[in-house]
């Protein structure tokens, strides 16, 4: 048996005169019951109540208590505040917390939350799914728009955009700032510019006549006429 002790009380005994006592506040000792368990008694005088407290409990099949002498599980809690006889303790004592490994017992987990949250507007603890507005169920949010009709984007084609990477032609369409590479694929139209001269139908200089003379002077002659032009190559 191990006793702990707290403070010292003084006692005016008449016939052995003055006696002084620690008081005791608990003691590690064999459950006298059964002569096998070990248990941390509290005495009552020390807390104040009418039956001691058993603070821990270690039985001799292994399994530990908390506030009670007689664990119905290899873990058994119960409220240790409760002024009840240690012996009717399972009986007697709200069970706080019990875990088991045992076939017949499953493990303890936690089922509901002790204080319900509010998710989105909807009250959840734990017990049950729960249905969201406007995410899983139809909500009441306002929204403006016409996304649910918007029937306008649905004519817009291919012929009606500019794309990236594809061979288009394009009609009415203003580039700004573009940049032209290889344009041996482009078709261009006639152009409508103003021009002066014959070019087109200019056909005076195919009646002369071109050729070099021995020391390499460019010789103009018009066919029937006596006039003759010599370029020098100087």
């Not at 008449?14 to 006592?21: M, P, Q, S, T």
């Not at 007689?70 to 409220?79: E, K, L, N, T, V």
């Amino acid at each position: 048996m191990i006793k702990f002790y707290s403070g010292s009380t003084t006692i005016v005994d008449e016939k052995n005169g003055r006696v002084e006592y620690a008081a005791e506040i608990g003691r590690w000792e064999i459950d006298p019951d059964d002569g096998e368990s070990i248990q941390f008694r509290i005495p009552s005088q020390s807390v104040g109540t009418n039956n001691d407290r058993i603070a821990f409990y270690v039985s001799s099949s292994g399994n530990i208590g908390v506030g009670t002498k007689d664990p119905a599980s290899a873990f058994d809690i119960r409220d240790a505040k409760q002024d009840v006889d240690p012996r009717n303790a399972r009986s007697g004592k709200e069970a706080l917390l019990k875990l088991s490994r045992e076939a017949s017992e499953k493990d303890q987990r936690a089922t509901q939350l002790t204080t319900a949250r509010t998710i989105g507007g909807v009250s959840f603890n734990g017990t049950a799914n729960i249905n969201l507005p406007g995410v899983n169920i139809a909500g009441n949010q306002a929204t403006t728009g016409n996304a649910a009709t918007a029937t306008k984007i649905a004519s817009i084609t291919n012929d009606d955009i500019v794309q990236k990477t594809a061979t288009q032609t394009l009609t009415n369409k203003t580039l700004t700032t573009p940049t032209i590479g290889d344009m041996s694929n482009c078709t261009f139209p006639t152009l409508n510019q103003s021009t002066t001269g014959n070019a087109a139908t200019a056909t005076n200089l195919s009646s002369f006549t071109f050729a070099l003379d021995r020391s390499n002077n460019l010789v103009i002659s018009q066919p029937g006429s006596r006039t003759t032009w010599t370029i020098s190559p100087d």
